[in-house]
């Protein structure tokens, strides 16, 4: 299989933005766990963070092109508005997790609201870094039942 995780705007800023919520793992931490994940899975992969929305879109379409099974997607504070990587990922048909470090349904809220979630499979919130591989997996069971029919 072949999944892209794709990460939104100040997630670049992990480990030392709001400690106290998003905890001390750096971006780049993350994506080496994940990595050894998906690694030992035998999935192909690519890491994608921008804090420009328009580089997150021209990043969803490009999965099109390259054959991507599945996305994990943390849309960060462009989950409460942003149609356009809503209809980005309605456009390309693949399937997506959305994936938030911080439990968001019980911040501010604002923070409850995803436009991006209509457009996805499911959403995993509160569960820090392991959310991503939550995603993965649920991508991973999903796929495998597909292939099966």
């Known amino acids: 299989m072949k999944i892209w995780i794709i990460n939104g705007p100040n997630l670049n800023l992990l480990g030392t933005r709001e400690p106290d919520i998003y905890g001390t793992e750096t971006l780049e931490s993350?994506?080496?766990?994940?990595?050894r994940?998906?690694?030992?899975?035998?999935?192909?992969?690519?890491?994608?963070q921008s804090n420009s929305e328009g580089a997150l879109i021209d990043k969803?379409?490009?999965?099109?092109?390259?054959?991507?099974?599945?996305?994990?997607?943390?849309p960060?504070?462009?989950?409460?508005?942003?149609?356009?990587?809503?209809?980005?990922l309605k456009a390309v048909s693949i399937p997506t997790v959305e994936v938030h470090?911080?439990?968001?349904?019980?911040?501010?809220?604002?923070?409850k609201e995803s436009v991006i979630a209509p457009a996805c499979i499911g959403q995993i919130s509160g569960f820090g870094s392991t959310g991503y591989l939550l995603g993965i997996q649920a991508l991973e069971h999903l796929l495998s039942k597909e292939k099966k029919k």
Do not use: C, M, P, W
Request: hydrophobic share 45%; aromatic share 14%.
């Open 101 to 111: 470090l911080s439990a968001v349904h019980a911040r501010e809220a604002f923070r």
């Open 30 to 35: 993350i994506n080496r766990d994940i990595q």
């Open 76 to 88: 960060a504070a462009y989950t409460h508005y942003s149609y356009a990587l809503h209809d980005a």
């Open 60 to 74: 969803i379409q490009e999965a099109l092109d390259e054959h991507v099974d599945g996305i994990v997607i943390n």
């Open 37 to 48: 994940y998906l690694i030992k899975h035998g999935h192909l992969y690519d890491f994608f």
